[in-house]
């Protein structure tokens, strides 16, 4: 969730997915669509499912933070309809 590394992650997680180092992952992100980092994990997804809700978060005080955007759960793998039947009641999804 850094901003200044979030692309750099994207492009590592995809680099290791392509070159077969990573056979499956779930990565938690923002749904910032418009952002190269985004489309760079999506190209190599073969699921997403967008919760209905935005994912809060605590913080280090215990408290609930207030995301300022919703996310998305992205999957990596050979395994879309397993993700998919566990992650769809979180919102919605679909295969790649």
């Known amino acids: 969730y850094a901003s200044e590394l ?12 392509r070159q077969g180092n990573v ?6 992100i923002n749904n910032a669509t ?8 999506i190209d190599v997804a073969s ?3 967008f919760p209905s809700s935005r ?3 605590w913080k280090p005080d215990g408290d609930l933070g207030a995301p300022l955007q919703g ?13 998919l039947s566990e992650f769809n009641g979180f919102g919605w999804g679909a295969t790649l």
């Open 6 to 17: 979030v692309g750099e992650f994207a492009d590592k997680m995809a680099w290791e997915y």
């Open 23 to 28: 056979t499956e992952a779930i990565v938690l």
């Open 55 to 57: 994912v809060k978060f």
């Open 47 to 49: 699921a997403v499912v």
């Open 71 to 83: 996310q998305s759960i992205i999957y990596l793998g050979k395994s879309p309809s397993v993700f």
């Open 34 to 41: 418009e952002t190269r980092w985004f489309r760079t994990l």
